[in-house]
Nanobody
Framework: QLRFVESGGGLVQPGGSLRLSCTAS???????IGWFRQAPGKEREGVSC????????DYADSVKGRFTISRDNAKNTVYLQMNSLKPEDTGLYFC?????????????????????WGQGTQVTVSS
């Protein structure tokens, strides 16, 4: 059973930065991993994903140029570096394995493999 623990969230001012970590209970070498977030009153949305092969990375349009996803398979961990944070980035951030397929362009798909979620980590961007 692949489980994830998210950490690194917090309260930051607009323009600030946070680095989220997602640590898995088992090897993630063969899994694509995604970050998702859910803002108050809104549905959960995909933020970014990374395939088992590092080149396969995608971001939601709203975070392109500001967020960077990376992975360290030796640590069973995926990171999300978030810079230039905006109030609309506020939400509960989750990570999960994504469906094992890629687009015709070789990008990951920001769709979780299952409906099993961890506790998430809260990100609040406010002045």
């Amino acid at each position: 059973q692949l489980r994830f623990v998210e950490s690194g969230g917090g309260l930051v001012q607009p323009g600030g930065s946070l680095r989220l970590s997602c640590t898995a209970s088992e090897s993630i070498m063969y899994f694509g991993i995604g970050w998702f977030r859910q803002a108050p009153g809104k549905e959960r949305e995909g933020v970014s994903c990374i395939t088992a092969v590092r080149a396969g990375i995608d971001y939601a349009d709203s975070v392109k140029g500001r967020f960077t996803i990376s992975r360290d398979n030796a640590k069973n961990t995926v990171y999300l570096q978030m810079n230039s944070l905006k109030p609309e980035d506020t939400g509960l951030y989750f990570c999960a394995a994504v469906q094992p397929r890629i687009t015709s362009q070789g990008l990951c798909v920001m769709t979780p493999r299952s409906d099993s979620w961890g506790q998430g980590t809260q990100v609040t961007v406010s002045s």
